[in-house]
Structure formats: C-alpha cells, structure tokens
C-alpha cells in the first residue's frame, strides 16, 4: 500500500495532486505534523486535513510528531482524519492514548518510532494498535537516505507482528523510493509512505504511485 506524504508536495496544487495519485491507486494520504520541538521543524496541522477531505475518498492518515500529541487529536478528528498516528518516544505508557483514539474518537491508530527505539519497545501494545509505523530516517526533514540499519528492525517487526497481531499493519516512511521499497516490502513491511519519489518524480505522481506499488508487491513474500 502506498501513503503520499504530502509534506513534499507543491501546496499551491495540493488538491489537484492528491486527486492524481488518488486516481492513480495510492491507497491513503499521508499527514506530517511537526511542532518544532518533538523533531526540528514545523508543517502542517489540522486546517489542511479540513481542505482535503472533500478532495479524496481514501483514507487520511495524520502522523503526529510532536511532544504532546493528546492536545491536537480532536482537531484533527473533527476536519476527517481516519487514522491518528502517535510516537512512543513521547507516552511513558501510550495504552490510555491508543485506547481513547479507538474507542472514545472511533479512528485507527499506529504508534510510531525512530531508528534509535529498540523494536522490542513496541511489543507490549502491538495487540492494542492498527498500525506500526517503523521510521527509517530521523523524522523532521523530507528527501533523506534509508537508513539501511532499518532492514533487520523490519524483520524483527514483523516476527513480532505476526506473532502478537497479524492484521497489524507495518508502515515505513523515510527514504522509501524505486530503489529501496522493495526490500523493505522483503523485509516485512506492507504499507509505504513516499514523498519526494511520489512529489518529486520526474515522470509525475501517478507514474510513481503505480511504479512503487509494482515494486512493492513483487517482493511481499512473507
């Protein structure tokens, strides 16, 4: 499954763009929200959730990279995000968080964390999660290099994962383009979020979408 992160697309076209990888297969839209202390930069919050979702069917799903993320969860829930994404390095024990995004707001929710988090750190609530989200650069900035390190927390993610939650989905986001989705789809990854190779690729958006999806889907052997 592919997941366009806008945070590198033009956002004076943002709508016509995610219409085009919307019709040309991408299965979510991708929702970077950085708050300057948490990772070293600042983006987007809930008014662009609001200006999308009349703009696309698939689902939004909002990555909250922030130090208190239980401050911006209605907001974003109230302009139609479908899924809320919070890191582990900020909750001391993210059960009540993941709990209330579920139950009491109703959307999916994935727990995040950065290549320095031991995997075994998120074992414990893989059973109380829909996704985990296994970062492959520090997060903050767009356009950085996989972190090739990321390949074996992949595969121990996934034996976790398929071990405590098999309908858990594994997300990675970093560096994810032609040349690297497809081992990260070996390694054990399903879903693939993807700015500049998405944004950024010469031959247009829908072309990448279309590609990276092939890419992937050849190399899901687990």
Known sequence: MIAPSILAADFSKLGELVRE????????????V???HFVPNLSMGSVVV?????????????????ED?????????KEGA??????LEVLADPRPMLEHIKKALGKKVGLAFNPDMPIERIEPYLRDIDLALCMTVFPGFGGQ??????????????ALVNEHNPACEIEVDGGIDARTIGTA????????????AVFGAP????AAVKNLALLASEQMSW
């Open 145 to 158: 290099a996989f972190i090739p390190d990321s390949l074996e927390r992949l595969k121990k993610l996934r």
């Open 203 to 206: 031959a247009g958006p829908a």
């Open 21 to 32: 990888v919307t019709k040309a297969g991408a299965d979510r839209i991708h929702v970077d």
């Open 50 to 66: 609001k200006g999308l979702r009349p703009v696309t069917t698939i689902p939004l799903e909002v990555h909250l990279m922030v």
């Open 34 to 36: 950085m708050d300057g």
């Open 185 to 196: 789809a070996g390694a054990g990854a399903n879903v693939f979020v993807a700015g500049t």
């Open 69 to 77: 993320p239980g401050r911006f969860l209605d907001g974003f829930v």
């Open 82 to 87: 479908d899924t809320l994404i919070v890191h």
